[in-house]
């Protein structure tokens, strides 16, 4: 089948903090036509960034904690860890906005980048595409309150090694589906990253004590 499809309207919905669309479209069929005329709200976010904060030498990574309001109809505090994040604004490049949303959510400075992946969030009824990196930063004074008091961020980043992290996985304490994907890529390229990045001999990456950098 030749896969197509046609935007016949679009207009706003609402506009508030952020803005929804209505369209109304129609796609080829894998058996073969066309759908009947759909109407869908489409959640306007955008080109977006994140990145897992990684210290290769102490082999810790910095979180961050921020209250949520997509989980306050959940049994769990709403109050969700997670990893740095941010919107691309027009004209921004990613890896530049990811310094950025590294320096005001959490205190660190970005200083090596590697992107993981592009990806949409939630494509049956939002736009949101992140662009994921792993971001190398050193961890020793990492930690505190951070945040645009404009934004009404309200941010705690801390440390924690990657065994810590990886318990974090095991036990369900973190649940936001961008810190997943980061977390669960960094465990299958952290030791390509610290020989990458620390260049240490052969079988001294496991071996190094983790050092906590609160």
Not at 55 to 84: K, S, T
Request: charge should be negative; charged fraction near 25%; hydrophobic fraction near 40%.
């Amino acid at each position: 089948m030749k896969k197509q499809f046609e935007l016949l309207s679009k207009h706003v919905g609402f506009q508030g903090f952020f803005r929804v669309d209505v369209v109304e479209l129609r796609h080829t069929l894998f058996a073969g036509g066309w759908s009947n005329t759909l109407e869908r709200e489409l959640f306007q976010r955008g080109e977006c960034v994140a990145a897992v904060l990684y210290d290769p030498i102490r082999d810790n990574l910095v979180l961050i904690e921020q209250f949520r309001v997509g989980a306050i109809e959940q049994e769990q505090y709403p109050w969700l860890l997670e990893i740095v994040a941010g919107a691309i604004e027009p004209g921004e490049n990613p890896e530049a906005v990811v310094r950025r949303e590294s320096l005001e959510e959490s205190g660190c400075e970005v200083l090596d980048l590697e992107l993981a992946h592009v990806f949409f969030t939630t494509p049956g009824g939002s736009s949101e595409r992140i662009h994921m990196y792993c971001a190398r930063v050193d961890s020793r004074d990492a930690g505190g309150l951070f945040g645009l008091k404009s934004e009404d961020e309200d941010i705690r980043a801390f440390v924690v090694s990657f065994a810590e992290a990886m318990d974090m996985l095991e036990q369900g304490k973190i649940t936001s589906g961008i810190p997943l994907v980061g977390l669960y890529w960094l465990a299958r390229n952290r030791t390509r990253l610290r020989k990458q990045w620390v260049q240490l001999p052969d079988g001294e990456y496991d071996s190094q004590q983790s050092d906590s950098g609160c």
